[in-house]
């Protein structure tokens, strides 16, 4: 692998062992050396004397050869120092040699080698190298694919994943496919088990807000008798939480509820001196209205402005997957106001791929307003559009789509002028305001 040799003439004998040596490790298949040789002195100009040590970890040479993890230590004399190294820069990735110099049982200092492969001899400063160098050739890199990773491919199916109604800030819910979803509605929603939301209360529906906090039922506490009533009827059932002696009463276990009754059971009935608390939510009694669900603005903003003659988006409103059902309604209304006269303009109001309006207007009209209900009746909906202007006579369209309401939807308000002018059409306002089904017998 390596041979030294530091200081002194060798005798004839010596001389024909270390040829014997070559000569057999070269028929063995010997990995080619670099010869390295050099005077070493001290800081006040005096000869080094002491020894040289040399050590590496395993690496394969530029040809192939395995050099296993060794070290070697050299007697320098007189500063004398020959050796001989198996290349390191045409090796394997991190190859190198540490070489520390010792004198008098003391480490005087320490370096790098980097040997490149050379038939001539070098010196020190030949393979020196500064600390923190790339040695050898840079190792290779390359991606590692999900097949290269044992079970993971396994594991990445198992895993759900994202669907299109995923956005940041909603809750997390799992839709009918198994995937992530975001679960729809207004930001003040409850959310179910089902994944459906609305109005906190009842079924999702709109019960007002009124609650009864630390409430004492009424009915005597006598350790006989079973029966309290609530001053109103719980809404939901399940807003009541109901405790004796501040202990959690669970419905089904300890009582039943029927309307604003409460029942105790027997093994439940509370004893003289205990005390009942109860608190709830209910429909506001002064506000019958209250209890219906109220409609919802999904968008409401101002649009832009353009004068190009090819269709132009001047707005958008997106529809999170799973926020339309059957029995649901959306009204879309929108109002353009057109500057200049030189050249007309036309619009049009999309939903998903279903093209809800399109209309035209001459040079001379400066406004154009238009409305349109869509309703949702299972897998399709049905749409009715009217639009006018300042001159523009009133105008009326219907029709079906086919629309997925269960996905994403977006509604999209564009407009495009009829030439190239200095004209151009502002989508001044625009709103889509959703109308939840609901049922009041």
Same mark, same amino acid.
């Given at each position: ?39 070493l002195?001290?800081a006040?100009?005096?000869?080094f ?47 190198? @040699?540490? +070489?520390? @110099?010792?004198?008098?049982?003391i480490?005087?200092?320490?370096e ?10 070098? %010196?020190? %400063?030949?393979?020196?190298i500064?600390?923190?160098?790339i !040695? ?10 999900i ?5 993971l ?7 759900p ?8 800030? /909603?809750?997390a ?35 007002s ?6 409430e004492?039922?009424?009915?005597? +506490? ?9 001053a ?9 939480m109901?405790? /004796?002696?501040g ?14 009754t409460?029942?105790f059971?027997v ?5 003289t001196g ?5 608190? @709830? ?21 101002v ?22 059902g059957?029995g649901?309604?959306?009204?879309? /209304? ?54 006018w ?5 009133v ?5 079906i ?14 407009g ?16 889509? !305001? ?8």
């Open positions: 692998m390596f041979e030294a040799e530091a200081g002194g003439k060798m005798t004839g004998w010596k001389t024909l062992a270390v040829i014997a040596a070559v000569v057999t490790g070269t028929a063995a298949g010997q990995p080619a050396l670099t010869s390295i040789q050099d005077v002195y001290r006040d100009g005096t000869r004397t002491g020894t040289m040590t040399i050590t590496y970890q395993s690496f394969s040479g530029g040809d192939t050869s395995n050099i296993a993890t060794a070290n070697l230590t050299l007697q320098i004399v007189n500063g004398s120092l020959r050796t001989r190294l198996v290349p390191t820069t045409n090796a394997s990735a991190g190859a190198q @040699y540490n +070489i520390t @110099y010792n004198a008098a049982g480490s005087q200092f320490t790098t080698w980097a040997v490149p492969p050379s038939t001539n001899v070098l %010196r020190v %400063r030949d393979v020196r500064a600390s923190g160098s !040695i050898g050739p840079p190792p290779v890199i390359s991606p590692v694919q097949g290269d990773v044992i079970g491919a396994n594991e990445l199916e198992v895993r994943m994202q669907g299109v109604g995923y956005t940041l800030g /909603r809750t819910v799992i839709n009918n496919s198994g995937q992530i979803d975001g679960a729809s509605g207004s930001l003040s929603d409850c959310v179910h088990v089902d994944g459906s939301s609305g109005p906190c209360g009842s079924g999702g529906g709109g019960v807000g009124i609650f009864s906090d630390g004492t039922p009424a009915g005597t +506490i006598n350790s006989s008798n079973t029966t309290f009533l609530l109103h009827v719980p809404d939901p059932v399940g807003s009541l109901l405790f /004796r002696n202990l959690h009463m669970a419905a089904g276990v300890d009582y039943t509820l029927a309307s604003n409460v029942t059971f093994a439940s009935t509370p004893q205990d005390q009942l608390r109860a608190s @709830y939510r209910y429909g506001d009694p002064g506000n019958p209205l209250g209890t219906l669900t109220g409609s919802q603005v999904v968008c409401s903003s649009g832009a402005t353009t004068s190009a003659a090819s269709l132009t988006q001047l707005a958008t409103c997106a529809i999170p997957a799973g926020v339309l059957s649901d309604r959306l009204e879309i /209304r929108f109002q353009l106001a057109h500057t200049g006269t030189e050249t007309g303009f036309s619009s049009d109001v999309r939903i998903g791929s279903t093209t809800l309006v399109t209309r035209s207007a001459a040079a001379s009209e400066t406004r154009l307003t238009g409305e349109t209900d869509f309703s949702i009746f299972g897998t399709s909906q049905l749409w009715d559009s009217q639009t202007g300042t001159a523009l006579a105008a009326t369209t219907t029709g789509a086919t629309e997925d309401t269960s996905q994403a939807l977006t509604v999209s308000f564009r495009l002028m009829a030439s190239t002018t200095t004209d151009s059409i502002a989508l001044r306002n625009y709103m889509v !305001i959703r109308y939840p089904a609901q049922v009041n017998p």
